[in-house]
C-alpha cells in the first residue's frame, strides 16, 4: 500500500521563505507530485519530481530524495495569495497514471 | 486551463435516492478519474477509466459505479445515496505519454449533501 504524511498546518510571514516536507512509503514509485488548492477551489499543479534532486520553478522549488522517500516543497517570497492547502502525491505502478494523495498541509501566511 | 466541467456543481439529496455527477472533458485525455474529498482524508480515489468503456476501481470504491461511453463523458453514480457520502467530488483527467509529468488537472468539483 501506500502511506503519504505531510503537516497538517504551517504558518509564515509575507516575504520568508517556507519548507513543507512529505515523506512516503510506497511500492513502485514513479513520481512525486506537489498540488496547490485554495479554498473552495480545484487542486492545481505546482511540481513534479521523478529523479532525486531539486527542480525550481520561479519562486516554487521541490526536492526529491527516492532513497529516502521525502520531498519538500519550498516557497520563497512568500505572498499572501500562497496562503493555501499543498498537497503531496505519489504516482505508483500498476498503470492509469494513478496517484495517492497526502491529506494535505494548510499553509497561512501572516503579515 | 484544462477544459473539465462538472455538472451539478452543488446538490442536495435525501438519503436513498440515486445520484449522478457528470464529468466533461474538452482535452481529449484518454484518462479519467473521480476523487472524493474530505477533511482529515485528503483526496481520494474512486474509479477510474483507462479509455471508452475501460473503468477500474480505486481506493474507495464502495457504493459507486462509473460509466464511459464516450471519451469526453465519465459519469458517477451514487446507487444509493448515504449521508457518508457527503462530500466533494473532483473529476480529473490525464494523458498518457513518453516522457514528461503527464499530471492531473482537476475540475472545478461538485458540492454533495445527503440529507
Known amino acids: 500500500g501506500q502511506n503519504i504524511d505531510q503537516p497538517t498546518e504551517m504558518t509564515a510571514t509575507e516575504g520568508a521563505i517556507v519548507q513543507i516536507n512529505c515523506t512516503y512509503q510506497t511500492s513502485g514509485f514513479n513520481g512525486l507530485f506537489w498540488y496547490q488548492q485554495h479554498a473552495g477551489e480545484a487542486p492545481t499543479f505546482l511540481s513534479y519530481?521523478?529523479l532525486d534532486g531539486l527542480e525550481e520553478k520561479g519562486r516554487f522549488s521541490s526536492f526529491l530524495s527516492r532513497s529516502k522517500g521525502y520531498s519538500y516543497l519550498l516557497l520563497k517570497e512568500l505572498q499572501m495569495k500562497d496562503s493555501a492547502s499543498y498537497l503531496c502525491?505519489?504516482?505508483w505502478g500498476g498503470g492509469g497514471n494513478k496517484l495517492t494523495f497526502g491529506t494535505g498541509t494548510q499553509l497561512k501566511v501572516e503579515l | 486551463d484544462a477544459g473539465i466541467t462538472q455538472s451539478p456543481r452543488h446538490k442536495v439529496t435525501e438519503t436513498g435516492t440515486p445520484v449522478t455527477l457528470r464529468c466533461h472533458q474538452t482535452?481529449?485525455?484518454?484518462?479519467m478519474y473521480w476523487y472524493r474529498q474530505d477533511p482529515g482524508h485528503g483526496l481520494r480515489l474512486i474509479h477510474y477509466?483507462?479509455?471508452?468503456?475501460?473503468?477500474d476501481k480505486g481506493e474507495v470504491s464502495d457504493g459507486y459505479s462509473v460509466s464511459r461511453s464516450k471519451t469526453e463523458d465519465f459519469l458517477l453514480t451514487l446507487e444509493s445515496a448515504t449521508s457518508s457520502q457527503t462530500s466533494v467530488y473532483f473529476c480529473?483527467?490525464?494523458?498518457?505519454?513518453?516522457?514528461?509529468?503527464?499530471?492531473?488537472?482537476f475540475g472545478p468539483g461538485t458540492r454533495l449533501t445527503v440529507l
Open positions: 502525491a505519489v504516482r
Open positions: 519530481n521523478v
Open positions: 477509466s483507462y479509455g471508452v468503456k475501460d473503468t
Open positions: 482535452e481529449n485525455h484518454r484518462y
Open positions: 480529473a483527467i490525464s494523458q498518457p505519454g513518453l516522457a514528461g509529468n503527464n499530471e492531473q488537472f
